[in-house]
């Protein structure tokens, strides 16, 4: 007979408003890593490959923290495009966030970009806001940004379907980390962090007038990879409290008692 662990805390066992300051909370923090990360990069070297290491490298370990410590409050979306996808592949099953979760979600998800963004202006002593002048239209950037928020999605449900949800923060991160050199636009992958970038004149930062084809262009990708997680995988969703962590309360772990000992004769 197997017993099961306890699980850990789920999503569900908070406050809908609890859950939405985390989704604010974690992906301003994510921001304001990318972002600060990026000044701190440019001030202490003037190789751009030795930047763009730091500031790669800083946003995996930042994300990875933040996905560990807010999963099990939230599920650690911080990105519209894993909530929609989350509420898409969740919504005959009733398992997925509502369209009230989802309204809440999004504009908490945007407004905490561009607040990190403002916070990491405000540390390096940049002007709080001060609209990029990155200039980021190409063609090639957009695919770019299709293929690194399909990769993306296709691993979050991925992952989940697998049952292996519980290494999703060193997956990802370590995801993400890969997609900033494997792909032309350096992987924003999230709508949310596309406009928050915006609001800074810094190294991570992306001209006003290039967000909206790098959001189309990841809703392309979103749904590039939904379609791919149906066709690899072609299992009911999980729980939307599943992503991008686990919450035991729907998939237990089983756990196997300790060997029983030997009587001495």
């Not at 066992?13 to 974690?26: D, I, K, L, M």
């Not at 099953?93 to 990491?120: C, H, S, T, W």
């Not at 063609?139 to 691993?155: I, K, R, S």
């Not at 800074?200 to 930062?205: I, L, S, Y």
């Amino acid at each position: 007979m197997t017993q099961t662990a306890p699980p850990p805390a789920s999503g569900r066992g908070y406050p809908h408003g609890r859950r939405t300051a985390a989704e604010f909370v974690g992906t301003g923090a994510l921001v304001a890593v990318v972002v600060g990360s990026g000044i701190q990069a440019t001030r202490l070297s003037q190789d751009v490959g030795v930047q763009l290491l730091a500031n790669s490298l800083a946003t995996v370990f930042g994300l990875g923290v933040l996905i560990a410590l807010l999963g099990p409050v939230s599920g650690a979306h911080f990105n519209p495009a894993v909530t929609l996808a989350a509420w898409w592949t969740g919504r005959r099953g009733g398992d997925g966030p509502d369209l009230r979760e989802v309204a809440a979600y999004l504009p908490a998800q945007i407004l905490g970009a561009i607040g990190g963004a403002v916070l990491a202006n405000a540390m390096f002593a940049e002007p709080l806001v001060r609209w990029s002048t990155h200039p980021r239209w190409a063609p090639q950037l957009w695919l770019g940004e299709v293929v690194a928020t399909a990769g993306l999605v296709l691993l979050v449900f991925g992952l989940a379907r697998a049952g292996r949800a519980h290494s999703a923060p060193v997956a990802v991160a370590c995801y993400i980390g890969a997609a900033y050199w494997f792909t032309s636009s350096t992987s924003f992958a999230n709508p949310a962090v596309t406009v928050g970038r915006a609001f800074t004149d810094t190294f991570a930062g992306i001209a006003p007038a290039s967000v909206l084809p790098f959001v189309a262009a990841q809703l392309v990708g979103l749904v590039v990879g939904v379609a791919l997680v149906a066709g690899l995988f072609g299992r009911p969703a999980p729980a939307a409290e599943d992503v991008v962590v686990p919450h035991g309360e729907h998939h237990p772990t089983p756990v196997s008692p300790p060997p029983a000992r030997r009587k001495k004769p």
